[in-house]
């Protein structure tokens, strides 16, 4: 027993489990990142050539990477680099800080929507999404700084979706406000990363769930068009991919790589990524059609987290279709598993919303409740923890990658063609810019 408003012990472990993973992962970001540009992070120097230079324009931040828009992060890293003459750990730390940045609105969002879980579940459900979003199965988001476009792009939806969040009687003086801090962070989203355009239609799902902010349905779709043609303006194909077509040439495979994608949190091999799944893809639809069929006003309550599941299932069909190309293997990259945390997030706590109406419509089984939500923690905490074993592993062999490149760059001149192609493929690229860089004192190579 505690006195009222006071938090007994049993009451702090859940808030220890939320924050452990958290804890963990400052711990292997420090342990496992490393100041040396890899891959994509070449594509940064020659902007930071022309910072130098002062010839930096709009042009080439807005420019295509791809098949995104990545305005955002460029003007975040390329601010980093002016700051820490490109240490690129400071990029990793950006985005750790951005990812919990997201953390913490779905935390906002798990406490608007705490009437509609069971009591019992509630304390345990913010560490299940913990443990969910800060995995060390997507290691490469964690430990290249590239990847804070991920974050970035998560942040801006959760703070759309939350903006959307149907208010009181008494928030609606502050609609217009609320409306516009979501289109502004659907916008950062939309030019942070190409599935960004995905967040106006998930606002577009909150939205129609609300009778509150309906009638901004209308501007909220004028708004999301403006920004897909100003996105798609002058826009070319990335060079080097496989058409879409193959996609639907293909139909059975497309199928797997999604679900493969969905469940890469949990697996890296591609045939237990796709059961994890097409699990998650079950729970998540069987939670939908309880609520549907139970509890409508529930369901409509829940729309934040219907609007997070579909705007992971679609990012999910957008990777699989512009990716199947390269082969099955490519759906259990680390850094899909971004996609399967949100997918899992929303299903999980769909779940648990569903459990709850099924306790207003039939009080009285909650052994039987227990039970299945036991069981799914369960199954929940086996994959994960498969996954974080294979993240921690891999993030090993990453870093050993990483300090081979720091050896490399640093004698740059002797390195082989081969030695200096395994960093990024166009060699020649890489000894012109390694000279910029070591002169300029940048990423590492200073003298």
């Known amino acids: 027993m505690t006195e009222p408003?006071?938090?007994?012990?049993?009451?702090?472990?859940?808030?220890?489990?939320?924050?452990?993973?958290?804890?963990?992962?400052?711990?292997?970001?420090?342990?496992?990142?490393?100041?040396?540009?890899?891959?994509?992070d070449w594509e940064l120097v020659p902007l930071l050539e022309k910072q130098a230079l002062g010839t930096l324009g709009w042009s080439d931040l807005y420019a295509q990477h791809n098949e995104h828009r990545i305005l955002f992060p460029r003007i975040a890293m390329l601010t980093?680099?002016?700051?820490?003459?490109?240490?690129?750990?400071?990029?990793?730390?950006?985005?750790?800080?951005?990812?919990?940045?997201?953390?913490?609105?779905?935390?906002?969002?798990?406490?608007?929507?705490r009437e509609l879980t069971l009591p019992e579940l509630r304390p345990w459900l913010p560490v299940a999404v913990a443990w969910t979003w800060f995995s060390a199965a997507q290691y490469e988001n964690w430990l290249w700084g590239w990847q804070l476009q991920w974050f970035l792009c998560r942040l801006a939806l959760l703070v759309t979706i939350g903006a959307l969040v149907s208010p009181g009687p008494e928030a609606g003086a502050h609609s217009r406000v609320r409306f516009g801090i979501a289109a502004l962070a659907a916008a950062i989203g939309s030019f942070s990363?190409?599935?960004?355009?995905?967040?106006?239609?998930?606002?577009?799902?909150?939205?129609l769930a609300s009778s509150q902010q309906r009638g901004w349905l209308g501007y909220w779709v004028a708004a999301g068009g403006a920004t897909w043609a100003v996105y798609?303006?002058?826009?070319?194909?990335?060079?080097?991919?496989?058409?879409?077509?193959?996609?639907?040439?293909?139909?059975?495979?497309?199928?797997?790589y999604e679900l493969a994608?969905?469940?890469?949190?949990?697996?890296?091999?591609?045939?237990?990524?796709?059961?994890?799944?097409?699990?998650?893809?079950?729970?998540?639809?069987?939670?939908?059609v309880r609520l549907w069929r139970c509890d409508r006003r529930r369901l409509a309550l829940a729309a934040?987290?219907?609007a997070l599941l579909v705007f992971a299932l679609l990012e999910g069909g957008v990777v699989a279709a512009s990716r199947l190309g390269f082969g099955l293997a490519s759906a259990t990259s680390s850094?899909?598993?971004?996609?399967?945390?949100?997918?899992?997030?929303?299903?999980?706590?769909?779940?648990?919303?569903?459990?709850?109406?099924e306790s207003t419509e039939q009080p009285g089984p909650e052994r039987r409740r227990g039970m299945a939500f036991g069981a799914l923690l369960a199954l929940l905490a086996a994959g994960l923890a498969s996954g974080y074993a294979s993240g921690i592993g891999e993030m090993?062999?990453?870093?050993?990658?990483?300090?081979?490149?720091?050896?490399?760059l640093s004698n740059f001149e002797a390195a082989s063609d081969a030695q200096l192609g395994r960093f990024y493929p166009d060699v020649p690229k890489v000894r012109r810019l390694a000279h910029f860089l070591r002169r300029a004192g940048l990423g590492g190579l200073g003298r």
């Open 193 to 207: 990363f190409g599935s960004g355009l995905l967040i106006w239609i998930a606002g577009a799902i909150s939205l």
């Open 261 to 288: 994608c969905l469940g890469s949190n949990f697996s890296m091999k591609v045939g237990l990524a796709a059961v994890a799944g097409g699990a998650v893809v079950a729970i998540a639809a069987l939670a939908l």
């Open 80 to 113: 980093l680099a002016f700051w820490t003459r490109w240490n690129l750990r400071s990029q990793v730390w950006l985005g750790l800080t951005i990812a919990v940045a997201g953390f913490a609105v779905i935390l906002w969002l798990l406490a608007r929507t």
């Open 5 to 40: 408003g006071r938090i007994g012990p049993a009451g702090r472990w859940p808030w220890v489990a939320v924050l452990a993973p958290i804890l963990a992962l400052v711990w292997l970001v420090d342990a496992y990142s490393v100041n040396a540009p890899w891959q994509d």
């Open 335 to 357: 850094r899909y598993a971004s996609i399967s945390a949100l997918f899992t997030v929303a299903a999980v706590v769909l779940a648990t919303v569903a459990l709850s109406a």
């Open 396 to 408: 090993t062999q990453h870093k050993r990658r990483l300090m081979e490149a720091v050896i490399c």
């Open 232 to 256: 798609f303006a002058g826009y070319v194909a990335a060079p080097g991919r496989a058409p879409w077509t193959t996609a639907l040439e293909r139909p059975g495979e497309l199928f797997l």
């Open 304 to 306: 934040p987290w219907v």
